[in-house]
C-alpha cells in the first residue's frame, strides 16, 4: 500500500498494556474490554508461561499464548516475533478455543520469527530448577528461558526454518546433542529422544503454514489504514530480565521497550502506554517482594482475590500495593495512564497500607515505608462509576494517582467485562 505524504491520513491508534508489577495484573481482562475498540490484538514477547483469565459472561477462560482479543471474532490476533512459541501448545489452545465455538480461520498470525520451544528447553528448565534447589527461580517450568537463550546463542529454530526440513532436521539433531550432553552429563537427567523433538514442531507445518505472516508490515499496513490494535503484555515489568529483580525474573524484556524488537515496529508508532496495576501486589515464584504480608491480612488478600497461578497453580505471595516501585515503572515505561484492577478485592479492610518509601535496616534488608489509608465498609464490587464508591475507596484510588504522578483511567471492580469503571477512553 502506498502512503500519500500529501493527505492528512488518519491513523490507527496503537495502544499499549503493560502489567506494572510481577504479572498477574489482570491484564487479560483488559485487553478483551479494550478490544471492541480495535481491529488487532497483538503479543510481543514471552511464550505460554503467561496464563490471561477472561470471565464472559460469568464462564472463565484462561489463555497462555493466544492474544486476548481472540473471542472478539471480528479481531484479528498476531504473534510477533519476540514470542517463544511451543506448536504443541499453540494447537492445543486454538483446540480449545474452536471447541468453545469461537472461529480463529483467518484471524490468528504468526511471525516467521519466532523462535521454537522444543522439549529440550523444557527439561532443562525443570532440571535445573531441581538442582538450583533452594535457589531456585520459581519457573514456570515451560523452558521459556532456555529458548531465549538459544535464541540469543544463534541456535534457535525459528518458525520459518520449518520449511527447509533437511536443514531443519539436521540442525535439530546438533541442538539436540548439546542440551542432551547437559541434560545427561551436567544435570543427571535421561536424554530428549530426536522423535520426542520432530514430534512436537513438522507435524505441526502444514496447519501452522496460513498463519505466517510478517507481523510489523501487517500492523504498519493497519495503522495506515486507520486501524488500532493493542499490543498485549505479558508478565510485568519488575519481572523484566533488565529491569527487574534479577535474577528472579523471566527471560524477555516486558517493558515497553520491547515492543519494536518484539513485534518489528518503530517507537513512534506507538500512541498510549496503559499500566495495568492490581490494587495491592501479588508475586509467583522466588525472589524479591518488599511488601509481602505474611499475616492474616495477607492470607485475607490470597483468598478474596483467589491468587492462585492460572499456568502453574502454584498460590501467589500476597502484599501491599508498593507505590514507589510504581513510580519507577511508569518512568520506565513512559506510561500515559493506570488502570488499577481487583479494587473490590480490598473490601472489608479496617486500613489499607501503601508503600510510598524503602529504607534500609540496619542489617541491609529493604524494608518498605508505609502511608495508612482507612478502608472501606461495604462492598465496591461490580461498581460502575466513581459515584458507587465509598469515599475511601476514592481516596486510595486519589493517592495513588499522586504518589505516582499518573491518572487512572480505568478501575476494574470485578472479573466480568461489565465490572468496570471507565474515567478515560484510552483510544480517544
Ligand atoms: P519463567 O518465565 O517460566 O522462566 O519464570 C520466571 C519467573 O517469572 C517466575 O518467577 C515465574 O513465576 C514468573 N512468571 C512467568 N510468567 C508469569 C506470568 O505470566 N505471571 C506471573 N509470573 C510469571
Redesign the pocket.
Known amino acids: 500500500m502506498e502512503y500519500d505524504f500529501r493527505k492528512k491520513n488518519i491513523m490507527g491508534k496503537n495502544v499499549v498494556l503493560i502489567g506494572t508489577q510481577?504479572?498477574?495484573e489482570g491484564k487479560g481482562k483488559i485487553v478483551d474490554l479494550l478490544t471492541r475498540n480495535v481491529s488487532g490484538v497483538v503479543r510481543f514477547q514471552?511464550g505460554h508461561?503467561?496464563?490471561h483469565t477472561l470471565v464472559v459472561e460469568g464462564k472463565k477462560r484462561v489463555l497462555h499464548l493466544i492474544p486476548s482479543g481472540i473471542l472478539h471474532e471480528a479481531v484479528t490476533c498476531m504473534i510477533g516475533n519476540g514470542v517463544v512459541l511451543s506448536l504443541p501448545d499453540l494447537f492445543s489452545e486454538i483446540s480449545e478455543i474452536q471447541d468453545s465455538g469461537v472461529s480463529i480461520s483467518g484471524r490468528l498470525f504468526v511471525s516467521p520469527n519466532c523462535a521454537l520451544i522444543l522439549p529440550y528447553h523444557v527439561e532443562l528448565?525443570k532440571a535445573r530448577e531441581r538442582k538450583l534447589g533452594k535457589q531456585k527461580?520459581?519457573?514456570?517450568?515451560?523452558g521459556?528461558?532456555p529458548a531465549y537463550e538459544d535464541k540469543i546463542s544463534r541456535r534457535a529454530l525459528l518458525v520459518r526454518d520449518l520449511f527447509d526440513e533437511p536443514s531443519f532436521l539436521e540442525r535439530l539433531e546438533l541442538n539436540l546433542d548439546y542440551h542432551n550432553f547437559v541434560l545427561e552429563k551436567y544435570l543427571e537427567c535421561p536424554p530428549v529422544s530426536y522423535g520426542a523433538a520432530v514430534d512436537s514442531t513438522l507435524p505441526y507445518r502444514d496447519k501452522l503454514e496460513p498463519m505466517i505472516k510478517d507481523i510489523g508490515r501487517e500492523l504498519s499496513e493497519r495503522r495506515n489504514r486507520g486501524e488500532s490494535a493493542i499490543f498485549e503484555g505479558?508478565?510485568?515489568a519488575l519481572?523484566d530480565i533488565d529491569h527487574g529483580t534479577y535474577p528472579?525474573?523471566?527471560?524477555s524484556n516486558t517493558n515497553v521497550g520491547a515492543i519494536s524488537s518484539g513485534c518489528g515496529i518503530g517507537p513512534r508508532s506507538l500512541d498510549y502506554f496503559l499500566g495495568i496495576t492490581k490494587a495491592y501486589t501479588t508475586r509467583?515464584?522466588?525472589?524479591p517482594f518488599p511488601t509481602e504480608l505474611f499475616d492474616a491480612e495477607g492470607k485475607h488478600l490470597a483468598v478474596a482475590g483467589n491468587e492462585f497461578?492460572s499456568?502453574t497453580g502454584r498460590p501467589r505471595r500476597c502484599g501491599w500495593l508498593d507505590a514507589h516501585a510504581l513510580k519507577e515503572v511508569a518512568q520506565l515505561n513512559s506510561l500515559s495512564g493506570l488502570c488499577i484492577t481487583k479494587l473490590d478485592v480490598l473490601d472489608g479492610l479496617e486500613k489499607i497500607l501503601v508503600c510510598v518509601d524503602y529504607k534500609k535496616s540496619l542489617n541491609g534488608n529493604t524494608e518498605p515505608v508505609y502511608d495508612e489509608l482507612p478502608g472501606w465498609e461495604g462492598s465496591v464490587s461490580g461498581a460502575k462509576s466513581m459515584d458507587d464508591l465509598p469515599a475511601e475507596a476514592r481516596n486510595y484510588l486519589e493517592r495513588i494517582e499522586n504518589l505516582c504522578g499518573i491518572k487512572i483511567d480505568i478501575v476494574s471492580t470485578g472479573p466480568d467485562r461489565e465490572n468496570t469503571i471507565i474515567l478515560h477512553n484510552v483510544f480517544s
Open positions: 510481577w504479572g498477574d514471552g508461561n503467561a496464563g528448565d527461580i520459581g519457573t514456570t517450568g515451560r521459556i528461558g505479558a508478565q510485568g519481572l528472579f525474573v523471566t527471560s509467583v515464584g522466588e525472589g497461578g499456568t
